[in-house]
């Protein structure tokens, strides 16, 4: 399972791309509005430039009509052709504006799905990526993760392409959850990246070795 960072935070974002763990970003109007981003295409390009080559970055459109959604759409992906990911939501515009963008080749990734069904007719549009929303999910006391087993069992079934995004990751045990689940990535806050990295045992370990070290009063040189 790949893993995606969920922000817009250029220093989030270097921090992660510095681990060498963070094979691509998804961004959404909130997270560009969070940081104070004025101007979306060269806040894409430098995230561009920090990550692998050709790493996906989805971009999502606040559009409302198909041709809207479809220009928006192809004026991103000018931006940064190897990387931009055009995020659209589920929704009839967005499965139409889907179909037409696939047809040029610019990979979607629809966002804001709650269901199997929302899934499977976003893979018949030609999406790159489907976008299961786990924690909100969990919020209104359904199952999110079973979403995610229930697309990544029918899309292996019917040979669609479409990668499943566990999406609305809140802790390090969705994390574990969405790989159990077969998900080919989640994206996922910054904070959560840290708290996968964090095991109080590796902390007591590391402290006790480094104590070892000074008291054996060996050289390293």
Not at 82 to 94: A, T
Request: proline share 5%.
């Amino acid at each position: 399972m790949k893993i995606f960072l969920d922000t817009a935070n250029i220093s989030e974002i270097k921090k992660g791309a510095s681990m060498g763990v963070i094979h691509g970003v998804t961004t959404n109007p909130s997270l560009v509005a969070k940081e104070g981003h004025k101007d979306y295409k060269s806040v894409v390009k430098e995230i561009a430039n920090l990550l692998p080559a050709a790493a996906p970055i989805s971009v999502e459109v606040v559009s409302e009509t198909v041709a809207e959604m479809v220009a928006d759409g192809k004026r991103f992906h000018s931006w940064a052709p190897d990387n931009v990911v055009v995020k659209l939501p589920m929704n009839g515009e967005g499965l139409q504006a889907t179909r037409e963008l696939a047809k040029d080749g610019i990979r979607v990734n629809m966002t804001l799905c709650f269901s199997p069904n929302q899934a499977i007719l976003a893979a018949h549009a030609g999406a790159a990526f489907i976008s299961p929303f786990v924690g909100r999910l969990d919020d209104i006391g359904q199952d999110g993760m079973q979403v995610v087993r229930d697309i990544v069992e029918i899309y292996e079934i019917h040979g669609f392409k479409t990668e499943v995004i566990a999406a609305s990751i809140r802790h390090p045990l969705h994390c574990t959850q969405a790989a159990q689940a077969g998900a080919h990535i989640a994206t996922i806050p910054y904070k959560v990246l840290e708290q996968m990295l964090k095991h109080p045992l590796t902390d007591i370990g590391i402290q006790r070795f480094l104590e070892d070290w000074k008291k054996s009063g060996a050289s390293n040189q």
